[in-house]
């Protein structure tokens, strides 16, 4: 069984930072793509930012330039660290990350459970 767990989100002001973080643990052969994303009340989810295994990095035009997404494969976490968060910024937000088993195995997307970001203005 393979599990994400996150943690760092919280309420904090507008202009302010957090640092989320994702860690991957259980039956893992190796981890892929990772990525967090997020939803807001009443909207579908989005794509915030992804991070391939050698490192390079995609990002939501939205948060660019306040957003850095990084990772440690000896640790299998995925981190997002948030600056300069706007209000717009408050949503549920998930990570993710294809995972393989073994090295016979294909990749398998698993998700997170969710942390709540507030950004009060």
């Known amino acids: 069984q393979v599990q994400l767990v996150e943690s760092g989100g919280g309420l904090v002001q507008a202009g302010g930072s957090l640092r989320l973080s994702c860690a991957a643990s259980?039956?893992?052969?190796?981890?892929?793509?990772m990525g967090w994303y997020r939803q807001a009340p009443g909207k579908q989810r989005e794509s915030v930012a992804v991070i391939t295994s050698s490192g390079s990095t995609n990002y939501a035009d939205s948060v660019k330039g306040r957003f850095i997404i990084s990772r440690d494969n000896v640790k299998n976490t995925v981190y997002l660290q948030m600056n300069s968060l706007k209000p717009e910024d408050t949503a549920v937000y998930y990570c993710n990350a294809w995972i393989q088993y073994s090295y016979q195995s294909g990749t398998t997307l698993f998700w997170g459970q969710g942390t709540q970001v507030t950004v009060s203005s």
């Open positions: 259980g039956s893992i052969f190796k981890i892929d793509g």
